[in-house]
């Protein structure tokens, strides 16, 4: 059978759907954040990145780095093996104890990324609890899906930040069943933020667990950094809350915290902890400090906040269209694949601008968008210059205008 064949037809398939993905090839500068040079022919050799999740620009902060290096030079590079067979570090245990403070919980346990957090922890959940029913949020992410689906249990989908629905959902379920809530606080592709604390009444009304997803808020909400729920008051009526080490923080790995029993049961029985190498000491002692510095600075998410705001505002003025919402994130609706990779290679090969199409299968086919990120290192002159290139683009394009 020719193999080869049947994949070129699925992939020429993608490509005349305007889905087909292609990756730029950058190298990140020390220093430099968001500059970076591009190893990619049709591109300017040094571009401005406007689609990093690493939010607040920590991966440079000379602190963080100095702990990675300082951290090789004591421990070397890998961790050597799982964390059940020689894995376990001194820095593990560490920032194990710096996200269970965070989130104010009794314990915390690390993962490889933020992916496998979610994938590992709501599998066992839902595997190990006799009758567990998850209901789980219509917008979660892909790692909450794919756990779900993993453990074989009884799953209910609720509408998209909806009490209403959950506590309908809720209502029609067997009392003595176990029930986990599952969700997130910011949702990444429309930038939206749960209504929180009802969500929480509603889950305590009818005795279920609450497993709240924040990697895109660790860092960036409440006085701390310990994200929305932090910000609203409610971390401690949530039982489960996992986050990620690779977007406001800098680094890689994920992570949930929670009860001592909780997080020594999926220590205990999640495969995708067992079976797997743990992060290398010096990640983990580079996270622990980013998280530690975010925990009493507040200029990082103040300056990130004012650009946000900026950018905002000038593209209100010029009346592109973008998502309106409360978080950081920053969606410009382009509705069509071809369109969105046309002006995203326009930017880049133009103008030195890089952001991402995001399309189909990450968001719904006839939302295709920019998403923009502003970070705290993103100059005014940045702004600026992102938004002549758009208004350039938008007229060019005949892309509608936002309506006034």
């Known amino acids: 059978m020719e193999f080869d064949a049947l994949f ?43 689609c990093s999740n690493d939010y607040l620009g920590m991966g440079q902060h000379p602190a963080v780095m100095q702990a990675m290096k300082d951290t090789v030079d004591h421990c070397g590079t890998g961790a ?37 957090s979610n994938w590992a922890a709501l599998s066992t959940l839902g595997s190990r609890l006799p009758d567990a029913i998850i209901l789980s949020d219509a917008l979660n992410h892909a790692s909450m899906i794919e756990g779900i689906r993993h ?22 379920l067997p ?23 009802e969500i929480v009444e509603v ?33 401690h009526r ?5 986050g990620t080490l690779g977007k406001a923080y800098g680094c890689m790995g994920g992570y949930i915290t929670g009860s001592r029993a909780l997080c020594d049961f999926i220590r205990s029985f999640a495969s995708g902890f067992i079976f797997t190498t743990a992060l290398p000491p010096a990640v983990a002692a580079a996270a ?29 003025a010029r009346g592109i269209p973008h998502l309106d919402n409360p978080s950081h994130i920053i969606p410009v609706m382009i509705k069509d694949p071809v369109k969105c990779r046309m002006l995203a290679d326009i930017l880049m090969r133009d103008y030195g601008i890089y952001v991402q199409p995001i399309n189909y299968p990450t968001v719904p086919k ?39």
């Open 238 to 242: 949530i039982t489960l809350i996992e």
């Open 8 to 50: 070129t037809a699925q992939l020429d398939a993608l490509k005349e759907e305007g889905n087909y993905r292609i990756f730029a090839e950058l190298e990140r500068r020390c220093g430099r954040f968001p500059a970076a040079r591009s190893h990619d022919d049709d591109a300017p050799d040094e571009v401005t990145v406007w």
């Open 80 to 116: 050597g093996g799982t964390r059940n067979i020689s894995g376990t570090n001194h820095h593990h245990v560490q920032l194990e104890a710096e996200l269970a403070d965070l989130h104010g919980k009794e314990a915390a346990l690390l993962f490889t990324s933020g992916y496998v």
């Open 175 to 197: 009392a003595n069943a176990p029930k986990i809530v599952a969700f997130e606080s910011v949702y990444s592709m429309d930038g939206d933020i749960c209504p929180m604390a």
């Open 151 to 172: 453990s074989r249990a009884s799953k209910v989908i609720w509408k998209h930040n909806d009490p209403e629905d959950l506590d309908r959902k809720l209502s029609a």
């Open 203 to 235: 889950a305590e009304k009818h005795g279920a667990m609450t497993y709240l997803d924040e990697v895109h808020a660790v860092g960036l909400y409440g006085p701390r950094g310990g994200g929305v729920s932090e910000r609203e008051g409610l971390a």
């Open 366 to 404: 006839g939302t295709e968008r920019l998403r923009f990120t502003p970070s705290p290192l993103h100059s005014d002159a940045d702004i600026d210059h992102l938004v002549e290139a758009l208004t350039v683009l938008w007229k060019q394009c005949a892309i509608a205008h936002q309506v006034a």
């Open 288 to 316: 622990k400090t980013s998280i530690a510095h975010l925990k009493t600075s507040q200029m990082e998410r103040a300056r990130q906040r004012r650009q946000v705001a900026r950018l905002r505002a000038m593209l209100d």
